[in-house]
């Protein structure tokens, strides 16, 4: 199956500067690439995702890059507020996104004032 | 978007008990919705897919058994623990795939299941 590794675990950036988190899959057959915020005790929340037809999407502030050859993609998040301080998870699924998720670990993003 | 609701969203119960989480797409149908469940502090973790009119198909490790799950319309899934123990608490959330110009995944609110 799947299996989808993310890192760093814990992130801690300055208020302003830029936070990027990587993830690497295995399974050559996943297609969609999405990215989710979360917080405590809430259902994870899609902040942006990617298709394996494309290498690069950008949405303001955030965007995702994707190597299909290396089987990794990133998040970058740019200019980053307080309000972006949440738990970040990567996740990979074929289908074109109608299978189910197979999810990184996560990675605690702390925007320091 | 599509909205996908979860019922109960915290529920309580006792050692040896069974409890049913109810997961509905409230504006769309789905032929297929998916359930992880969600330790403290750990990701979340597909346990099994839940197709309409057939048998649910359940990830390696998972107890079919002990996790049943029913998908009786285009809108309904219910997840039941049976025999539930403590090391069965867990956030349990669902999810179904829309279709709008692409395939997104729709997450409901979750369940907090609380066995004592």
């Known amino acids: 199956g799947e299996n989808v590794e993310q890192h760093p675990s814990t992130l801690s950036v300055q208020e302003g500067d830029s936070a990027v988190i990587k993830c690497t899959y295995s399974?050559?057959?996943?297609?969609?690439f999405p990215w989710y915020k979360q917080e405590l005790g809430k259902r994870p929340q899609l902040i942006i995702d990617?298709?394996?037809?494309?290498g690069e999407k950008k949405d303001q502030r955030i965007a995702v890059t994707l190597n299909k050859t290396a089987k990794h993609f990133s998040l970058h998040i740019t200019e980053t507020q307080p309000e972006d301080s949440a738990v970040y998870f990567c996740?990979?699924?074929?289908?074109?996104?109608?299978?189910?998720?197979?999810f990184g670990k996560g990675t605690h993003l702390i925007i320091q004032p | 978007g599509a909205v996908v609701s979860q019922h109960p969203s915290r529920v309580i119960c006792k050692s040896g008990t069974s409890v049913k989480i109810e997961c509905r797409s409230l504006?769309?149908?789905?032929?297929?919705m998916f359930w992880y469940r969600q330790f403290p502090k750990q990701s979340l973790m597909l346990m099994a897919t839940?197709?309409?009119?057939?048998?649910?198909?359940?990830e390696q490790g998972v107890e079919k058994d002990k996790f049943l799950i029913n998908h009786a319309s285009l809108t309904l899934s219910t997840l039941t623990v049976t025999s539930a123990h403590p090391e069965d608490s867990s956030f349990y959330i669902c999810?179904?795939?829309?279709?709008?110009?692409?395939?997104?995944?729709?997450f409901g609110p979750g369940t907090r299941l609380t066995v004592t």
């Open positions: 399974d050559s057959a996943s297609n969609y």
């Open positions: 504006d769309f149908q789905a032929t297929t």
């Open positions: 996740a990979a699924a074929g289908g074109g996104g109608a299978d189910g998720l197979t």
């Open positions: 990617i298709r394996s037809n494309v």
């Open positions: 839940s197709n309409e009119g057939s048998k649910a198909t359940y």
């Open positions: 999810s179904a795939p829309s279709i709008g110009i692409s395939y997104e995944q729709y």
